[in-house]
């Protein structure tokens, strides 16, 4: 019989139901993140994976807030950096979902992996949004539909990926952060594909809502963004991941260029949520290679709106 998770309180670091092995990696796991920070966590995946193979398996239960719990198995190099209570995940969209907790928006949370999003904006802090969470990997999604459960199951799931139309793709690669249908593959795992605006079209989202789209679909946001044309005129915006190795600035260009939407970048030397109309500005803002970059998108005056003021809110606080 499954051992039940350890559990951990991000708002009072406590650690319960873990034994003194188990404590000692909790330690070992939070120091290293908190020290790897000061250069992007490079290195801090795999040094927290090899820690994982001495620890029994079993799950790890962290309360993100009063009303969200995020379970993933425990010594997990890629979210046991959640650890550290220092850490912010991807600081950027948590300033945007935490400041839209008064807007009534669907996330549609495409490549969820455990569904750290959906769980969160799902919640009562962040506006108790519906959510409907996408993850490919059968591998994963079993996780993901888990965190479903122990949130009460607040928020749906969909085991399939997001691209420019219906259809069948292989699934592929070594990371479950990092499973992908991007390119010509025939190997893997068989997975079903849906447009966004299938979602329409299924009557899942309606075409006249507000929305966060958020796009880690790991190198096919472009084809998502493709099948996606009606989610965009609405009120969305789109929340997509670009890679830090990639200067090119693939998706941004493709924003910039291919389609209706402003391109929105968070800027850390200003603190705030920038229009950018020259992809070089990119080049200051994407330091780290090892990491992902969240770029926005949007059509939307109401939006445009929230996130000018949300930058008047930063720069009250700076003076």
């Known amino acids: 019989m499954a051992q039940p998770p350890i559990q951990f309180d991000r708002a009072s670091g406590a650690l319960e139901g873990a034994n003194a092995w188990e404590r000692t990696a909790a330690l070992a796991l939070s120091t290293g993140a908190k020290i790897s920070s000061h250069f992007s966590h490079k290195g801090y995946i795999a040094c927290a994976n090899l820690l994982r193979k001495a620890l029994p398996k079993r799950d790890i239960a962290v309360k993100l807030n009063e009303d969200a719990v995020f379970e ?48 969160l904006a799902s919640s009562k802090p962040f506006g108790a949004h519906k959510a409907i969470a996408i993850e490919p990997s059968g591998q994963n999604y079993p996780k993901l539909a888990n965190n479903a459960r122990v949130n009460g199951n607040r928020f749906e799931t969909m085991k399939c990926a997001i691209g420019a139309s219906r259809g069948t793709a292989r699934l592929s690669g070594t990371k479950h952060e990092a499973f992908s249908i991007a390119g010509d593959q025939t190997s893997g795992e068989e997975v079903p594909v849906v447009a966004l ?12 809502g507000k929305y966060l789209v958020k796009l880690d679909v790991e190198g096919v946001e472009i084809e998502a963004m493709k099948g996606g044309r009606r989610l965009m005129e609405a009120d969305s915006v789109l929340l997509c991941e670009e890679h830090g190795n990639d200067r090119a600035h693939t998706v941004s260009r493709y924003i910039l260029e291919q389609t209706p939407l402003k391109l929105i970048v968070y800027d850390p030397s200003t603190n705030r949520l920038e229009t950018v109309n020259e992809l070089s500005t990119l080049d200051r803002i994407k330091v780290s290679s090892n990491i992902g970059y969240n770029v926005f998108g949007t059509a939307s005056a109401f939006w445009q709106e929230r996130i000018d003021a949300l930058n008047a809110k930063a720069a009250r606080r700076v003076q």
């Open 72 to 119: 993933f198995p425990y010594g997990d190099g890629y979210w046991s950096k959640l650890l550290d209570l220092g850490y912010t995940y991807e600081d950027e969209l948590e300033l945007l979902f935490a400041d839209s907790a008064d807007v009534d928006y669907t996330l549609l949370d495409c490549g969820a992996n455990y569904g750290y999003w959906s769980v």
């Open 197 to 208: 605006d299938n979602l329409i079209e299924d009557g899942k989202v309606a075409a006249s």
